[in-house]
């Protein structure tokens, strides 16, 4: 999308390698850096970061910590700070400002120190990544055509879900999640989630979700 006068896109830059880490901290003096692990995890926390970056000017590195592994640990060892992913760090002139992890990337957790670290956008600001709901949408149409029972979607949907780790907007992600929830609140396995039609009309549901994802 083409930055204008009110709507400006958001610096998502990714680090593959120290060298990269390095050179994106000493361009952007205010700057952060976040870590992107292998599950529902990651795209729940950046769709909180995401919320924050709309209305704030701050420049985000972003780590897929399996595939570019030198980076983070790069990160672990000029910070101090023990890995996790996900992880957001602010960095202030290459030093490390503030750190939070997991599932406490939250509102709460992040709203003082964007308020009182990061300067407020003059507009709206646009995150724009290469991750896309496709994987979503043949999913669904799948079932919705027959081709894939009830029992089935579920069981794949959440299997998906649990193990997308994408760079996702809050929207998108509270519109993945709306279907079946949180899969890590059943614990002892995907049986825990009951019955698909215990969950009203499935496959008005489904289609509706599908509607809104365009």
């Not at 002139?93 to 406490?104: A, H, K, R, T």
Request: aromatic share 10%; glycine share 8%.
């Amino acid at each position: 999308m083409t930055a204008n006068a009110t709507e400006q896109t958001q610096v998502l830059v990714p680090l593959t390698t120290p060298e990269e880490v390095d050179q994106f901290l000493r361009e952007y003096p205010l700057a952060a850096v976040f870590k992107a692990g292998t599950c529902h995890k990651t795209m729940q926390g950046f769709g909180v970061v995401e919320t924050f970056l709309q209305r704030h000017e701050l420049p985000v590195g972003f780590i897929r910590v399996v595939d570019w592994r030198p980076a983070s640990n790069h990160v672990a060892e000029l910070t101090g700070i023990q890995h996790h992913s996900p992880q957001f760090i602010l960095f202030r002139e290459g030093q490390p400002q503030f750190e939070v992890n997991n599932w406490d990337i939250t509102p709460e957790a992040l709203g003082p120190v964007f308020s009182q670290q990061v300067p407020a956008r003059e507009g709206t600001g646009t995150v724009a990544t290469d991750d896309n709901v496709e994987p979503y949408r043949r999913l669904m149409r799948a079932f919705l055509n027959g081709e894939l029972n009830e029992w089935a979607f579920q069981d794949q949907y959440v299997t998906l879900f649990r193990d997308d780790a994408s760079l996702r907007s809050q929207r998108e992600f509270e519109l993945l999640s709306r279907l079946f929830g949180d899969p890590d609140a059943y614990h002892g396995g995907l049986h825990q989630l009951g019955a698909p039609q215990e969950r009203g009309d499935l496959r008005g549901r489904v289609q509706e979700l599908l509607n809104e994802l365009g």
